[in-house]
């Protein structure tokens, strides 16, 4: 017989951890009518079972902060909202591009992807419009179209479910605060730049990834550094074309501030100071999700 005082255990969605694969696409949709929240959910519910895979294909399903909260109160946490544009220094801003929902599909085959994300856009036609759709692949296994590491600083995955899910027994168990942005690259400027220079932007090496001993204050490094802002989990991917191309922001936390706090110390919007890799990226959108357990989609 089951305790029924024993607390519920909640499951991550897995797509959040499936590392490895080389193709994605990243679907975001807005309602088509405020009235028609349920047949979204219901949809969204019906195109698979998270904790499986179907096809090859992961999937990880995000919803505006907002919106999660009319849907689910009970499996919500606290003091969530939806991305706001920021104001930084020397003119620099972060646009907010926020979408009711997120479909984020993964594998290692991007013709099962291409074909599934038809099949998802189908499914929701009658509910939710298609508002952004970006592809993404890898680049050399582990570098981002900088060519540095990307992701150094990452958990293991043995670590990153503390740093990127709710903690059990509190409201959201095991869901996901998800930033999603996209950064377009200005390749000509930033291959004009030595191999020194780049690393001091960065604020680590090139080749081996390794954190400078005397970083500039204005690297990226030192304007993230998680031991300051908090641990993220981070799935970045590569978007776009030769001409026309960039990163594919995906953070993973278990708290919004982390995130938040990371973009404004990027944008100089406290003490001034900007990221350096800003001058050579340019941030085109900003989403916050939400990305509930497996057990709180089921319910719905």
Do not use: C
Request: charged fraction near 20%; proline fraction near 6%.
């Amino acid at each position: 017989m089951v305790d029924s005082k024993t607390p519920r255990t909640y499951t991550p969605q897995a797509g959040i951890f499936a590392l490895g694969t080389s193709s994605h696409a990243y679907l975001e949709f807005d309602l088509v009518d405020p009235n028609k929240i349920e047949d979204l959910v219901s949809a969204l519910a019906a195109i698979r079972e998270p904790r499986t895979t179907t096809g090859g294909v992961n999937f990880v399903i995000g919803f505006r902060p907002e919106l999660w909260q009319r849907i689910a109160p009970g499996e919500s946490p606290q003091n969530l909202e939806s991305f706001q544009p920021i104001e930084g220094a020397e003119g620099f801003s972060m646009p907010a591009t926020q979408h009711d929902t997120l479909v984020w599909l993964s594998g290692s085959a991007y013709d099962v992807v291409f074909d599934m994300a038809r099949s998802v856009i189908r499914n929701l036609a009658d509910s939710a419009s298609l508002q952004e759709e970006t592809s993404s692949w890898s680049y050399r296994h582990d570098r981002d179209l900088t060519g540095f590491i990307d992701g150094s600083e990452n958990p293991s995955l043995l670590e990153a479910p503390v740093d990127a899910l709710l903690p059990q027994g509190v409201p959201g168990a095991a869901g996901s605060i998800l930033l999603l942005q996209k950064w377009k690259h200005r390749t000509t400027d930033w291959e004009s730049l030595s191999e020194d220079q780049q690393a001091n932007v960065m604020g680590r090496t090139k080749r081996e990834g390794i954190e400078l001993e005397n970083k500039p204050p204005d690297s990226h490094v030192a304007r993230t550094d998680q031991d300051t802002f908090g641990k993220i989990f981070r799935r970045n991917m590569p978007y776009g074309n030769v001409e026309d191309h960039g990163t594919m922001f995906v953070g993973f936390s278990a708290e919004q501030l982390r995130l938040s706090r990371m973009l404004y110390s990027m944008a100089g919007a406290v003490d001034g100071t900007r990221d350096a890799l800003t001058r050579f990226t340019q941030p085109l959108t900003g989403s916050y999700y939400f990305v509930p357990s497996i057990e709180a989609l089921l319910a719905l």
